[in-house]
């Protein structure tokens, strides 16, 4: 049916306000999708409100899109005014069908700083654009920065603050935390391998969660179900090995006497896994005992059960190459590159591996540049070579590891398993092994 | 990835994974691995007798990658591809144009480069574009996507790719470009998109390689920028759009062409990183962007892609800028590659 400029100007300012209707009507709206009907129906509105539920009837979208879109610009360019809340309806209209237009979210930012806008608008907009678009990168960017205002403006605390601010501000930052964990998690389920979702929820525990320990071990704990249900996930497999990586980070630069015990291998009580309730009885951040030789063999584990269950994923392969990679550096001492410290008080730069207790050393931003620095040779790239040089110290995991290989080569029937088998032998051989 | 051409002559994700340009971009940098780009040409070349050979999927456990039709193309189409280009343009009002507007800069640079390593550039309105990219710059010396967008680094990168390929950066304020640029880089070295902070790996990429095609890289902290991308390194060796993220083919080739433009390609493990490359490749002969992904595709992508690996037709395309090789010599930019 073809609509005249007028028409169409009239049916999309109805359908727009349509929609921010709903939203007033229903301010618990959590999830938007698109309702395939090709032709409209009478006079009925395109968009439909079911209990929570948010859909738009695809005839008007084609319409409506280019609409708003071009008037929001035309408002950019200062050809048309709009008032604040045209603006925001128009963008959230706009968001909700195409969450990619950096622009939208622009103005949106600069209405949040005029402080027309709450930002805890925008946080439950863009979890909803995430429902239906769960990779979008503009959602996840201004998230982002969304967050960072929040922090800022109220001079929310870290978490590792200790004593004289009140706990009204880290409860705040907790529950923030937990919240995007859930909207990460949510839109990780819609999207097989969701880099985005993923490399938010790690930009989370840096930015919000400072890197805490109790946060790093209650994630490790609620993720390891959901990894074992999405065993092609490389995202969250990889998300277990930030985790993991950061504990070490985090324990070897508490100076506790605990992390001398854990380097000379000294027995240690070991802190009950993934128990909620008794992990936040274990006394407070810093004294909190982490046992990271029994973790790593954990994780090991987990990984041998599903690599037997689920063969010839190689997401499990990977999965295995990292951990063990891990337990084999810190079995070792070896130094560990770029494992992301929250404080840094042993990045000295230098990859020095005779004393126990800067077993673990940190190489973050300290990194020489060969190339401009002359003669200095700390390049990541000497590091490397040296370690494959160096006698082997522990040949007790890696046996174990070939042997683990030999079993699966000799019983599996797949033919992947078998050939990501034979990959990890290689890769252990080559960068590890003699 | 001729198997992978439509009718319209675009090149889609339809054989179900993707042909990532990044990974034969970022091979080619690595001359002695050139083995393992002779090994996707020849596996392209017999990708008919490999199909016959394809693995079963046993085991219930189904693989990530395609079964190339034995009635699939086996010849290039170039003409095709040239024509679903040009035509591109002329759909204003349609809703798919709206909807990729806020990337419309980076489409024509995609469009532009494909079509000159076709040696079809003439087919496309020079003018047009270049006023279209002088309306694009805003007051802060940035450039936005199409006009009346925001300006952000990513455009201002692919606007100055197309002005260095028509040879006209005079339409622009060369000068505000490299202040803007400027302006972004932060403490740590990394750099921000725009004005708004995002931070991520891509934009060191884009500011360094907007500043060396503009000869301006100098204005920058070089050394803490670098500093910034070796942090970004993982133990596979590859790298992530920020510290601690995950290795992905868009990211290491940001971060491997960054490392090119300054001069640092040595500080790569190239060890470790042309492993997880190869391992990118598929038994179809096709490559993923990580492991067990499944990715869409990109026309000038594979276009370029068949470039690095020899297709005589195409012409040679750079691997650091993605740009057609005779550009770069035209302006003198071509940084060294690992040897």
Same mark, same amino acid.
């Given at each position: 049916?073809?609509?005249?400029?007028?028409?169409? &100007?009239?049916?999309?300012?109805?359908?727009?306000? #349509?929609?921010?209707?709903?939203?007033?009507?229903?301010?618990?709206?959590?999830?938007?999708?698109?309702?395939?009907?090709?032709?409209?129906?009478?006079?009925?509105?395109?968009?439909?409100?079911?209990?929570?539920?948010?859909?738009?009837?695809?005839?008007?979208?084609?319409?409506?899109?280019?609409?708003?879109?071009?008037?929001?610009?035309?408002?950019?360019?200062?050809?048309?005014?709009?008032?604040?809340?045209?603006?925001?309806?128009?963008?959230?209209?706009?968001?909700?069908?195409?969450?990619?237009?950096?622009?939208?979210?622009?103005?949106?930012?600069?209405?949040?700083?005029?402080?027309?806008?709450?930002?805890?608008?925008?946080?439950?907009?863009?979890?909803?654009?995430?429902?239906?678009?769960?990779?979008?990168?503009?959602?996840?960017?201004?998230?982002?920065?969304?967050?960072?205002?929040?922090?800022?403006?109220?001079?929310?605390?870290?978490?590792?603050?200790?004593?004289?601010?009140?706990?009204?501000?880290?409860?705040?930052?907790?529950?923030?935390?937990?919240?995007?964990?859930?909207?990460?998690?949510? &839109?990780?389920?819609?999207?097989?391998?969701?880099?985005? &979702?993923?490399?938010?929820?790690?930009?989370?525990?840096?930015?919000?969660?400072?890197?805490?320990?109790?946060?790093?071990?209650?994630?490790?704990?609620?993720?390891?179900?959901?990894?074992?249900?999405?065993?092609?996930?490389?995202?969250?497999?990889?998300?277990?090995?930030?985790?993991?990586?950061?504990?070490?980070?985090?324990?070897?630069?508490?100076?506790?006497?605990?992390?001398?015990?854990?380097?000379?291998?000294?027995?240690?009580?070991?802190?009950?896994?993934?128990?909620?309730?008794?992990?936040?009885?274990? &006394?407070?951040?810093?004294?909190?005992?982490?046992?990271?030789?029994?973790?790593?063999?954990?994780?090991?584990?987990?990984?041998?059960?599903?690599?037997?269950?689920?063969?010839?994923?190689?997401?499990?392969?990977?999965?295995?190459?990292?951990?063990?990679?891990?337990?084999?550096?810190?079995?070792?001492?070896?130094?560990?590159?770029?494992?992301?410290?929250?404080?840094?008080?042993?990045?000295?730069?230098?990859?020095?591996?005779?004393?126990?207790?800067?077993?673990?050393?940190?190489?973050?931003?300290?990194? #020489?540049? #060969?190339?401009?620095?002359?003669?200095?040779?700390?390049?990541?790239?000497?590091?490397?070579?040296?370690?494959?040089?160096?006698?082997?110290?522990?040949?007790?995991?890696?046996?174990?590891?070939?042997?683990?290989?030999?079993?699966?080569?000799?019983?599996?029937?797949?033919?992947?398993?078998?050939?990501?088998?034979?990959?990890?032998?290689?890769?252990?051989?080559?960068?590890?092994?003699? | 990835?001729?198997?992978?051409?439509?009718?319209?002559?675009?090149?889609?994700?339809?054989?179900?994974?993707?042909?990532?340009?990044?990974?034969?971009?970022?091979?080619?940098?690595?001359?002695?691995?050139?083995?393992?780009?002779?090994?996707?040409?020849?596996?392209?070349?017999?990708?008919?007798?490999?199909?016959?050979?394809?693995?079963?999927?046993?085991?219930?456990?189904?693989?990530?990658?395609?079964?190339?039709?034995?009635?699939?193309?086996?010849?290039?189409?170039?003409?095709?591809?040239?024509?679903?280009?040009?035509?591109?343009?002329?759909?204003?009002?349609?809703?798919?144009?709206?909807?990729?507007?806020?990337?419309?800069?980076?489409?024509?640079?995609?469009?532009?480069?494909?079509?000159?390593?076709?040696?079809?550039?003439?087919?496309?309105?020079?003018?047009?574009?270049?006023?279209?990219?002088?309306?694009?710059?805003?007051?802060?010396?940035?450039?936005?996507?199409?006009?009346?967008?925001?300006?952000?680094?990513?455009?201002?990168?692919?606007?100055?790719?197309?002005?260095?390929?028509?040879?006209?950066?005079?339409?622009?304020?060369?000068?505000?470009?490299?202040?803007?640029?400027?302006?972004?880089?932060?403490?740590?070295?990394?750099?921000?998109?725009?004005?708004?902070?995002?931070?991520?790996?891509?934009?060191?990429?884009?500011?360094?390689?907007?500043?060396?095609?503009?000869?301006?890289?100098?204005?920058?902290?070089?050394?803490?920028?670098?500093?910034?991308?070796?942090?970004?390194?993982?133990?596979?060796?590859?790298?992530?759009?920020?510290?601690?993220?995950?290795?992905?083919?868009?990211?290491?080739?940001?971060?491997?062409?960054?490392?090119?433009?300054?001069?640092?390609?040595?500080?790569?493990?190239?060890?470790?990183?042309?492993?997880?490359?190869?391992?990118?490749?598929?038994?179809?002969?096709?490559?993923?962007?990580?492991?067990?992904?499944?990715?869409?595709?990109?026309?000038?992508?594979?276009?370029?892609?068949?470039?690095?690996?020899?297709?005589?037709?195409?012409?040679?395309?750079?691997?650091?800028?993605?740009?057609?090789?005779?550009?770069?010599?035209?302006?003198?930019?071509?940084?060294?590659?690992?040897?």
């Amino acid at each position: 049916m073809a609509e005249s400029p007028e028409e169409v &100007a009239v049916l999309v300012q109805r359908v727009v306000k #349509d929609l921010n209707n709903a939203f007033k009507r229903n301010p618990h709206i959590d999830e938007i999708g698109l309702i395939h009907c090709p032709e409209a129906r009478y006079n009925r509105s395109p968009i439909v409100l079911v209990e929570n539920k948010l859909g738009v009837e695809s005839w008007c979208v084609k319409l409506l899109l280019p609409y708003v879109h071009n008037k929001l610009l035309l408002y950019r360019q200062r050809k048309q005014w709009l008032n604040k809340d045209e603006l925001i309806d128009i963008t959230c209209t706009l968001l909700l069908l195409n969450p990619d237009f950096t622009t939208a979210w622009n103005v949106r930012k600069e209405l949040i700083l005029s402080g027309t806008l709450s930002p805890v608008k925008d946080l439950h907009l863009g979890k909803l654009a995430l429902t239906k678009f769960p990779k979008s990168p503009e959602t996840w960017i201004h998230r982002r920065w969304v967050l960072q205002q929040l922090i800022q403006e109220n001079s929310l605390p870290t978490l590792v603050t200790k004593g004289n601010l009140g706990t009204v501000p880290v409860e705040r930052i907790q529950r923030l935390v937990q919240e995007e964990m859930e909207v990460c998690c949510e &839109a990780a389920g819609r999207y097989p391998s969701n880099y985005n &979702a993923w490399s938010h929820r790690i930009w989370i525990l840096q930015h919000l969660g400072k890197l805490d320990v109790k946060i790093l071990l209650d994630e490790l704990s609620s993720t390891k179900h959901w990894v074992s249900m999405h065993v092609s996930d490389h995202s969250g497999f990889h998300y277990r090995q930030f985790l993991i990586k950061s504990l070490i980070g985090r324990t070897v630069t508490n100076n506790s006497i605990l992390v001398q015990n854990q380097l000379v291998n000294e027995p240690i009580p070991s802190l009950p896994k993934g128990e909620k309730n008794e992990a936040s009885e274990a &006394a407070c951040t810093e004294e909190l005992r982490v046992d990271l030789p029994n973790l790593l063999k954990e994780e090991l584990e987990l990984c041998t059960d599903l690599i037997d269950t689920f063969p010839g994923h190689e997401t499990l392969w990977c999965h295995r190459r990292h951990v063990f990679y891990l337990q084999h550096h810190l079995n070792n001492k070896l130094p560990l590159p770029n494992v992301q410290l929250t404080s840094v008080d042993s990045s000295d730069g230098t990859l020095n591996n005779s004393h126990p207790s800067t077993a673990v050393s940190h190489v973050t931003h300290a990194m #020489d540049v #060969d190339g401009l620095n002359d003669s200095s040779k700390q390049g990541y790239t000497q590091e490397t070579k040296r370690l494959k040089r160096a006698p082997i110290q522990d040949s007790l995991g890696l046996e174990m590891e070939y042997r683990l290989i030999d079993n699966i080569l000799a019983t599996c029937r797949d033919v992947e398993q078998a050939r990501f088998a034979t990959e990890y032998r290689k890769w252990l051989v080559t960068f590890l092994g003699q | 990835m001729k198997s992978c051409q439509h009718e319209s002559g675009g090149i889609s994700a339809s054989i179900g994974h993707d042909l990532t340009f990044y990974i034969p971009l970022v091979l080619s940098r690595f001359l002695p691995y050139v083995v393992d780009v002779i090994k996707l040409w020849t596996t392209y070349k017999a990708c008919k007798k490999k199909m016959d050979h394809l693995p079963e999927t046993n085991g219930g456990t189904p693989q990530k990658d395609v079964v190339i039709k034995p009635d699939a193309p086996s010849t290039l189409f170039l003409e095709k591809h040239a024509d679903y280009i040009a035509s591109y343009g002329a759909k204003k009002d349609d809703y798919e144009y709206c909807m990729s507007e806020y990337l419309r800069m980076s489409g024509v640079y995609w469009g532009l480069t494909v079509m000159d390593l076709m040696g079809q550039l003439q087919r496309m309105t020079k003018e047009e574009i270049l006023a279209f990219i002088k309306s694009c710059q805003h007051e802060c010396g940035g450039i936005s996507a199409s006009i009346g967008h925001d300006p952000h680094l990513l455009y201002t990168l692919s606007a100055v790719q197309i002005l260095t390929l028509y040879d006209s950066l005079h339409v622009v304020d060369v000068n505000k470009i490299v202040d803007y640029v400027k302006s972004l880089q932060k403490e740590d070295g990394s750099f921000a998109g725009d004005k708004w902070g995002e931070i991520d790996t891509r934009f060191s990429f884009c500011a360094a390689a907007t500043l060396a095609l503009l000869g301006k890289l100098d204005v920058v902290d070089v050394e803490k920028a670098v500093e910034f991308v070796l942090s970004c390194m993982n133990f596979d060796g590859g790298f992530g759009c920020r510290p601690g993220s995950e290795s992905h083919a868009g990211q290491i080739y940001c971060c491997t062409g960054f490392l090119a433009i300054t001069g640092q390609l040595h500080q790569i493990n190239a060890d470790l990183l042309g492993w997880w490359l190869c391992e990118r490749q598929l038994p179809s002969g096709g490559l993923n962007g990580r492991p067990e992904k499944v990715d869409p595709f990109h026309t000038l992508f594979g276009i370029a892609g068949l470039s690095l690996l020899g297709d005589e037709q195409i012409k040679p395309v750079s691997p650091v800028f993605c740009m057609p090789e005779d550009i770069l010599q035209r302006i003198n930019v071509q940084p060294e590659l690992v040897s």
